[in-house]
């Protein structure tokens, strides 16, 4: 199985909320003259439309995030649509705008040689044969149970056994060997002793995941 790794994020940004000027309503009669003059500025305060709607920003607070403004509830995941300006980090890649568990989700580290889906950096995960797996998807194939540090297991075509059931799995080379008709045989049939396949017993080590390019 190919390893998929993590491409660092383009940005982990943190968000930032930017007071503009006063509402002009907020202003009273000694300092609305500021406040207007302050409103002719809005457009050099603000220079660009919000990111996410594209249009003008004129509230009394805005987010700052990837070098762009955001009404608030403008900024949100590209993928689930949750609202980000409560976060105080979120994720850009290929100009998309993340939350974390969607990130590490859709650019894990890598991918679970059971179930496929991505594997966080923060993670711990069973590490077989060069296979990477969740901890509850470590489990035989044929009775479900987890195995843990410390025991033994065995592994056929990618698949993981507990040793009862990985002894009683056929040899490899009949179970690939093509069956021949009867009648090709030629002499004597003989008979073969069949003997169980000794269990490729690993070790199991739990570790944390890593981040890598």
């Not at 006063?22 to 002719?40: F, S, V, Y």
Request: charge should be positive; aromatic fraction near 6%.
């Amino acid at each position: 199985m190919q390893e998929i790794r993590m491409h660092p994020p383009e940005k982990i940004i943190k968000t930032k909320i930017v007071l503009t000027i006063p509402h002009l309503d907020d202003c009273d009669a000694d300092t609305r003259g500021k406040c207007e003059q302050d409103e002719g500025m809005l457009k050099e305060v603000v220079e660009e439309n919000c990111a996410g709607c594209h249009s003008r920003i004129t509230d009394r607070f805005y987010l700052l995030a990837v070098d762009r403004q955001w009404h608030v509830g403008c900024l949100q995941c590209s993928e689930c649509k949750l609202s980000l300006d409560t976060e105080v980090t979120c994720y850009s890649r290929h100009g998309n705008i993340y939350c974390k568990h969607d990130y590490y989700r859709l650019f894990g580290v890598r991918r679970c040689s059971r179930c496929g889906t991505g594997i966080s950096s923060t993670e711990l995960v069973m590490r077989a044969r060069g296979e990477v797996f969740h901890l509850h998807c470590f489990a035989c194939t044929t009775c479900g149970v987890l195995l843990t540090k410390g025991d033994m297991f065995g592994m056929r075509a990618g698949s993981v056994y507990c040793r009862p059931h990985y002894e009683l799995l056929p040899p490899p080379d009949i179970v690939d060997r093509p069956i021949s008709p009867a009648w090709a045989a030629k002499g004597r049939p003989r008979k073969r002793k069949l003997s169980s396949p000794e269990p490729q017993e690993h070790p199991l080590r739990l570790t944390h995941t890593s981040l890598g390019n």
